[in-house]
């Protein structure tokens, strides 16, 4: 499961760290209210203090446009400080509080009846196993950077528009994936265009696209690939998905979006 206690560590540790840097800075800087009155149109900074209940006003000429600046800078810094104690308080109450959802967790608690536990126990959980999947997996250096001219939404940069519609609607729908990475299968090196987890099974799948099927050679070695997707127990429409350029170049992106609902949303 996707460990959001780590995100809120690390974001309770991050205001941590600003709320003691803007403590810092403030010591640094003048005390007093901003104030600013107008007069035929030109307007006067006044710096507002309290002595004894008393209010008292101090002019600050133009030439101390500095001393402007540090008293708005301090209200700045005081400001996001009561926000960062309210969050920081409210963080650390969610950490002492928060339990973390895992089907596998409360499967093991269970007594041995109930366990294994139907594959609908593990369902809602898809999309977080996901996430750690993605997190988990091995990166491997991307090849032809030069040839990848598309960039999607989420800055992946891709070969070919195909790719780019499929990796702009995986994104859009929060489904993590590896494009382009490398997959070993009976004694051959391939590269997938993307390789997703099966949200529902918990294991790899495969997306191809093809864009050039009209030209000979593009349509053998397409065969060829899917002769060994199936050669080493990945089917079709199983653990294989497959879309392709229409003959003269057309892609239909909602497509798409039909095979992302039914095979990787439910």
Known sequence: MYDIVSQVKADC????????????????????VLCVKEKKGKHYFYKQTFHDGARCQM??????EEYVQALKIRRFLEESMKIFQKNIQAEEKFLRRYQSYDPNLI?????????????????????????????????????????????????????SKGELIIAASLEANGIPFRYDQELRLGGHVIHPDFELLDPYRNIP??????????DEDYF???????????????FLFDRLL?????PDGSFNGK????????FLCG
């Open 220 to 234: 053998e070695s397409a065969v060829w690939k899917l002769k060994l997707y199936q050669k080493n127990g990945i």
């Open 13 to 32: 540790d991050f205001q941590r760290k600003l709320l003691g840097r803007y403590q810092r800075e403030c010591e640094e800087l003048p005390k007093g």
């Open 205 to 214: 799948v495969y997306w191809e696209h093809f864009g050039m099927l009209e």
């Open 255 to 262: 497509m798409v979006d039909r095979i992302i609902k039914v």
């Open 59 to 64: 002019y600050i000429p133009k030439k101390n």
């Open 242 to 246: 497959v879309t392709a350029n229409a």
């Open 107 to 159: 499967q093991a608690s269970l007594p041995g009846a109930y366990r294994p536990l139907p594959n609908r126990c593990f369902w809602e959980a898809g999309n977080q196993n996901q996430i750690q999947w993605l997190k988990n997996t091995r990166r491997d250096k991307q090849r032809n950077p030069e040839k990848k001219i598309h960039i999607t939404p989420g800055g992946l940069r891709v070969q």
